[in-house]
């Protein structure tokens, strides 16, 4: 027997990672802007513990794109390259300088936000270009240093002319990814991925109105002058702290997220834990319409102010992602399959605490202003049925605040249901029975009976509530629920002082046979009871479970 090694050339993987490394080629640009933000925030931290001398000021990166020379330029004013650490970090697949940094300063993880994990992000610039040249220098006093390379596994690296600290990435975009050098393309890459990266990111120019000098005539124009376009709010507002906003920051934060979207939120939930994982976030109730462009602005993962995704699925738990809003955290993994995800324990924890966060706020919001918190039950009852119905812990701490609305406009939670209809509405086995109506116009004959008799009726209109119900009484062997046109009441007890009929018994009797040699569907009851209500003289009822298998 011999056994051997698999020689796995460099020369045979290069092309590999250059084709398949990312699906999506566009997020060339979100990992090079990603490099020049985590150079800046390194410089920072060094420079703030005194191990850089050097003036940290308001470093800014810039994009530039020059469609003629076919280059496109990631320009940043961080911590640069000395030779050697071009040589370490740069040409060596797969050797994250972001995470040595971080292993040396580990302190800093936490204050300084750098996104590197993987030592890969670099090597997608080769998916878009035929190639790349680096111009760097380090805050170190080092020489400037030019490194080029054409895709292939070699490269050239000389001295360079570069006064400052700082890099600049160079692409010599391929044939193929001409798109890459469109102004309009690059604005929506950067709208997309970058637009609350930490440090600011400047693409061309834009013009600024200033206000008129005191003693300018009416006629003259308004004075303008160039200023940097900066396409992205480095701060945004799931950044800071609660306390430090106004419920006007948070709407106004919702608008910055959604631009299309018109609506105001109903409310917003601010998270924000740091132990036995890092998240940051602020999820908003939308008034759910059935506009369905609308679903379109989904909740939108981040790592550290880095756009990753806006597909949650798996980590938010599924009746949470009709929500909106952002989350972000370093401690999801990605470039990961969504089945990986969903077994993962951190993930779990994770999609376990936002479902715990959003219970306590819908809590908090009943108990503080109940008032407020019924006028929008109509526009969050979706969410709360559907995440009582799939997930068990959300359904213990949601049986407080779930609202019954009856007919009438009232809203009781389960517990004042309970306690209102005891004394009338129980039947032969001492069951509780729930009396609702899913359609007041249709059924209204049917509530009005049933009120008559001193019956509380709900609306439940969702279409869910009905799955729900079922949920219920599985769960409860002394409950059960009927729609008002079910047969009740038969099955209710009678109570004597109710019974006030206008016809005699016989007359009743006759009546009831009339009407059943008309209808000859045996599946239906005639309930001459009902005479007692005005608006009905009698009723056709079907059984509960009847009606519920047709469903
Ligand atoms: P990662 O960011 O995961 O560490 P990358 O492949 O994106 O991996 O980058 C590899 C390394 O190259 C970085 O960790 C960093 O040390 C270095 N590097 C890349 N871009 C820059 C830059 N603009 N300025 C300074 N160093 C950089
Ligand atoms: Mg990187």
Known sequence: MATGKINVSVDNIFPLIKKFLYSDHEIFLRELVSNATDATLKLKHLVSIGEAKVEYGDPIIEIKADKKGKKLHIIDQGLGMTEEEVKKYINEVAFSGAEEFLDKYKDAEKDTGIIGHFGLGFYSSFMVADKVEIITKSFKDAPAVHWSCDGSPNFSIKEAKKDTHGTEIILHIGENDTEFL??????????????????????????????????????????????????NNPNPAWTKKPADLEDEDYKSFYRELYPMQFEEPLFHIHLNVDYPFNLTGILYFPKLTTDLSIQKDRIQLYQNQVFVTDNVEGIVPEFLTMLKGVIDSPDIPLNVS????????????????????VADKLNSLFKNNREDFESKWNDIKIVIEYGMLSEEKFFEKAEKFALYPSVDGNFYTFEELKEKIKDLQTDKDDKLVVLYASDKEAQHSYIEAAKSRGYEVLLL???????????????????????????????????????????????????????????????????????????????????????????
Do not use: W
């Open 338 to 357: 969504r089945s990986y995800l969903q077994a993962d324990s951190a993930v779990k924890k994770i999609s376990s605490y936002i479902t715990r966060k």
């Open 182 to 231: 469109e102004e309009s393309r690059i604005s929506e890459l950067l709208r997309k991925y970058n637009k609350f990266m930490p440090i600011p990111i400047k693409f061309g120019t834009r013009t600024e109105t200033l206000p008129k000098p005191e003693d300018a005539k009416p006629e003259d124009p308004a004075p303008t002058q160039e200023v940097d376009n900066i396409i």
């Open 461 to 551: 209109d969702s279409p869910i509530v009905g799955h729900l119900l079922q949920k219920m009484e599985t769960s409860n062997d002394k409950l059960s629920f009927a729609r008002v046109d079910a047969d009740h009441l038969d099955n209710l007890i009678k109570k004597e002082d109710t019974q006030i009929s206008k016809l005699t018994d016989e007359e009743k009797d006759k009546l009831k046979t009339n009407i059943e040699e008309v209808i000859s569907d045996k599946g239906f009851t005639i309930q001459m009871e009902a005479l007692d209500s005005e608006a009905a003289p009698f009723i056709i009822t079907e059984p509960e479970f009847m009606r519920r298998m047709k469903e």
